[in-house]
């Protein structure tokens, strides 16, 4: 009996020798940054994580490791250096390795952990968390670690391309840590959406930028880009460049195609905080790399908070901090919310939205304190609920705090906050479900402003009602709110009318394009407000328009060429036109790529 279970257990301990050296190795390096002995005390965590050890031979970090990263001064938010790699493949033998760092976002620490593997430098796992304390972090890590595993393990696609992702430079206030970690997260970005083989920056293309004297901000030496991305034999290249603003920051960021250095993606961002930072990246990473997965989308609609947006499916993505996901969750990506491929029409509120599906029921979900989902409630819902039994809506418009409607018989409906007249029922009591407006049946189009409304008859008619203050209703008064529906001058060719915050602009049936409300915002090259529409330009092509609404005071437009224009205030960026100058006349976006 004893030698039977002598074999069993000498059979045991060589199947699970052959397992272990099945097994890939993984090295674990200390995590640059954070307060004190954060970055170690991290490192040690990972080294126990039973997720990492199961999947990996987990070589533990010693003083020999320490001592090479002394000779060589190395930076671990470089990602990997080839000299370093090589010498702790001789000496562990291993085949990948785990590396981070730490970020102050101020009150919070980003974490950021990435797997690397040795001899092609191919990042094959990134994942970064946010956290207050290293107690928290001990609650994160076993998620964290599991699903830099999956990631790690999961196929790679066939033919994708190779992508080198370069440093980006750093000007004007910008510290060099945020500078690194703003393109450590646009490469984990990319990478998580599986769309390139991400190659980690190398110490050598640092030596390279400097001998070449090459500065990103420059934007224009792509040759330098195109060069650096032969030496690291990929497809494309990706670099940016950050500076300092005063308030604000600038990040710009361009992947380039490396056999003929066209452009191939650009986009730039305005932010104030390194936190603020963080959250674009998620959106670049998708804009950059898969441009089509946004433009498949037929109907979008950006709240205060929030962004939702049907797809040419059917279905339904959100993202921000107001999604109907069934959380409260902010995503800085889009994410489905259910299963439904029937949404026809969104519509996203101050907190708020409300959308109509294929079969002409009513949704509505977020906050509901003014009783703006018009389910009967003041009951703040995190997934869509239908709003009554009707099934003949057609059209659906989210103001701040109130929502208009028409249904498939030109009637006009509205719900919400109503303490300035915004939903037209001649009074200003709030209204938690739809009520009719008038006995009209000939409504077409209907816009909710902040605290106002803007809308359209059968017969080319304007008309509104609501907040004035800013000369927003265009009635020829000011600061005369309107509890109910007033024509708006005498045309009857209006075709499309966008209410924003203080300002509302509309287009005729000659394909003129006119303005009132707020000055400066308006398009008429003056900062003078407006109590009643006045003309803009003198073009006739204008196909689309809309007003920011939130509190925001610019408009975007498109003419019938299907050119992009903007103007108004500008100090977010919001126009576009890569600058944060506030423009008082119409001026044209580039579209990079186009």
Do not use: C
């Not at 003949?392 to 208009?404: C, E, F, L, R």
Request: charged letters at 15%.
């Amino acid at each position: 009996m004893k030698k039977l279970m002598f074999v069993v257990v000498l059979i045991a301990g060589l199947v699970a020798s052959a397992f272990a050296q099945a097994r890939p190795t993984l090295g674990v390096l200390p995590f640059t940054g954070g307060a004190g002995h954060d970055g170690e005390v991290i490192a040690n965590l990972f080294l126990t994580q039973h997720e990492l050890r199961n999947a990996f031979n987990v070589v533990p970090r010693n003083m020999a490791l320490n001592t090479i990263f002394t000779e060589r001064q190395f930076q671990l938010s470089d990602l990997t250096n080839p000299n370093t790699m090589a010498s702790l493949n001789r000496m562990f033998n291993a085949n990948y390795v785990l590396s981070g760092s730490i970020t102050d976002l101020g009150g919070r620490n980003l974490l950021i952990a990435s797997i690397i593997h040795v001899e092609t430098f191919e990042q094959v796992a990134g994942l970064t968390v946010t956290y207050g304390s290293i107690e928290e972090v001990i609650g994160l890590l076993p998620s964290m670690s599991a699903g830099l595993v999956r990631a790690a393990s999961r196929p790679r696609p066939a033919g994708r391309q190779t992508l080198a992702v370069v440093p980006f430079d750093h000007r004007i206030g910008v510290s060099a840590q945020d500078a690194e970690t703003l393109a450590q997260l646009l490469a984990i970005e990319i990478l998580n959406a599986g769309l390139h083989a991400v190659v980690p920056r190398l110490s050598i293309i640092q030596a390279a930028l400097r001998e070449q004297g090459f500065q990103m901000t420059d934007y224009t030496d792509n040759a330098g880009m195109v060069s650096l991305g032969r030496a690291m034999n990929a497809q494309l290249v990706l670099g940016g460049s950050v500076m300092g603003l005063g308030a604000t920051n600038l990040f710009m960021a361009q992947i380039l195609n490396v056999e003929d250095g066209r452009v191939i993606e650009a986009e730039s961002r305005q932010y104030r905080a390194i936190a603020d930072g963080v959250e674009l990246m998620a959106e670049l990473a998708i804009l950059m790399t898969n441009p089509a997965l946004l433009r498949s989308f037929k109907v979008v609609s950006a709240g205060s908070v929030h962004s939702v947006a049907i797809r040419s499916d059917g279905s339904l993505w959100a993202w921000g901090a107001v999604l109907g996901d069934g959380t409260t969750t902010t995503r800085n990506s889009p994410v489905r919310i259910g299963t439904a491929s029937d949404w026809t029409a969104v519509s996203a509120g101050r907190y708020h939205v409300v959308g109509i599906r294929a079969d002409g029921s009513l949704w509505a979900w977020g906050g509901n304190w003014q009783g703006q989902l018009g389910d009967g409630t003041a009951t703040r819902w995190l997934s869509p609920v239908r709003i009554g039994t009707a099934s003949d809506w057609a059209a659906v418009s989210a103001g701040d705090y109130h929502n208009m409607a028409i249904r498939t018989d030109g009637s006009l409906w509205a719900w919400g906050g109503n303490w300035q007249g915004q939903l037209g029922d001649g009074t200003t009591t709030g209204r938690n479900s739809p009520v009719r407006i008038g006995t009209a049946s000939d409504w077409t189009a209907v816009s909710a402003g902040s605290r106002h409304t803007m809308a359209i008859r059968a017969d080319g008619s304007l008309w509104a009602w609501g907040y004035n203050r800013t000369r927003q209703l265009g009635d020829g008064t000011t600061a005369t709110a309107r509890n109910s529906p007033v024509r708006i001058g005498t045309a009857s060719d209006w075709t499309a009318v966008s209410a924003g915050s203080s300002h509302v602009v509309g287009i005729r049936a000659d394909g003129s394009l006119w303005a009132w409300g707020s000055g400066g915002q308006l398009g008429d090259g003056t900062t003078t407000g407006r109590n009643s529409p006045v003309r803009i330009g003198s073009a006739s092509d204008w196909a689309a328009v809309s007003a920011g609404g939130h509190h925001s005071s610019h408009s975007v437009a498109i003419r019938t060429d299907g050119s992009l224009w903007a103007w108004g205030s500008n100090r977010e960026g919001q126009l576009g036109d890569g600058t944060m100058m506030n423009r008082t006349v119409a001026i044209q976006i580039d579209i990079p790529g186009n």
